[in-house]
């Protein structure tokens, strides 16, 4: 557009022609103050039709259109045209400034309702001197406030372009490492870990005839998924009783709230729910059970599956390095 090429404010200057006396000062003066006026006598090409030079190249490739509503103009068809409400929502869509000007005070009662509501001083030949120092400065603070508003616009066209460039180099990169089919499985199966669960802990005194007596319990509201990271090869343990794990989520938990416990003492860690969780374990292929019948327990196997998925989760970003709980 021409209004990007440009270095200095381009202003439409709406009128009646009965009043360009007034138009051709302020032309040469605008001009003075490093102000491009767009003039329909001076911009509109022969045989180009008007009314599309206004409105297609004239109005929307302006940083300012001023209005000076004079007895002439303000009953003239065009300049009504030029004021349509439809066309003043565009210009504020478009960060262009609108700004009437009245050369007597009595017109701004006969002015459209909505236009009564906007600052419309009166500006004549009586105060011409007085007011144009404000005007012009009107036009270049519209002129750079819109500059501001295209630059931030770009940058965030930008950002927006390297993230989505960035989100299409990330999907070719997982592609190339992952199948299609184990990225849906992975990312199937991380979804049924969202959730969150109770672990309850309880904190044992024994006394001296070796009875056991509880001195407190606590519930925590644990999120799943970050117990993922915990899970390896070194939480084995029988399927009746899955210690490895029990003793990941018990030592992080335990140094926070019974960092000094005695000899007669001990905390127990109840999971109710964790059943639950190693079968999804098993279902889902990460953990599987030992199949040798010499031994009189079933005992858990970690799949290359676990490895595999954890690594999934490592190249995506989101695998948690810590247990986020809070008390229940």
């Excluded at 009166?122 to 501001?148: G, T």
């Excluded at 969150?196 to 044992?204: G, Q």
């Excluded at 644990?222 to 018990?250: A, H, S, V």
């Excluded at 079968?279 to 290359?304: C, H, P, V």
Aim: aromatic content about 12%; charged content about 30%.
């Amino acid at each position: 557009m021409i209004k990007d090429l440009q270095n200095k404010p381009r202003v439409f200057l709406s009128h009646s022609k009965k009043d360009k006396e007034f138009i051709h000062k302020l032309c040469k003066d605008l001009h003075s103050c490093q102000i491009e006026p767009w003039l329909d006598s001076q911009e509109i090409r022969h045989g180009q039709p008007w009314l599309d030079a206004i409105f297609e190249s004239g109005i929307p490739t302006c940083d300012a259109i001023i209005v000076y509503l004079t007895e002439s103009s303000i009953e003239s068809p065009m300049v009504k045209k030029e004021m349509d409400a439809s066309i003043i929502k565009k210009l504020n869509e478009s960060h262009v400034a609108f700004l009437p000007y009245v050369s007597q005070d009595f017109l701004r009662n006969q002015l459209r309702t909505d236009i009564q509501t906007l600052q419309t001083p009166v500006w004549n030949k009586e105060n011409y001197a007085e007011m144009l120092p404000r005007v012009v400065a009107e036009i270049w603070h519209s002129y750079l406030d819109s500059m501001v508003m295209s630059v931030v616009n770009q940058e965030k066209v930008r950002r927006l372009e390297a993230e989505l460039e960035l989100e299409k180099l990330k999907k070719t990169g997982m592609e190339s490492i992952f199948e299609a089919k184990e990225n849906a499985d992975f990312d199937f199966i991380w979804k049924q870990f969202d959730h969150k669960d109770i672990i309850k802990l309880s904190h044992i005194k024994f006394n001296q005839d070796g009875n056991a007596e509880v001195i407190s319990c606590k519930s925590f509201c644990i999120e799943i998924q970050t117990i993922i990271p915990l899970l390896d090869r070194n939480c084995g343990g029988r399927w009746d009783y899955p210690q490895g794990i029990f003793l990941r989520i018990f030592e992080i938990i335990i140094k926070n709230y019974y960092p000094d416990i005695s000899e007669d003492e001990r905390v127990e860690l109840h999971w109710k729910n964790l059943t639950n969780f190693m079968n999804q374990l098993k279902m889902y292929g990460l953990i599987k059970i030992s199949e040798e019948i010499a031994r009189r327990f079933d005992y858990i196997i970690w799949t290359d599956k676990l490895d595999r998925f954890k690594y999934w989760l490592y190249y995506k970003g989101i695998l948690s390095n810590e247990i986020k709980w809070n008390e229940a």
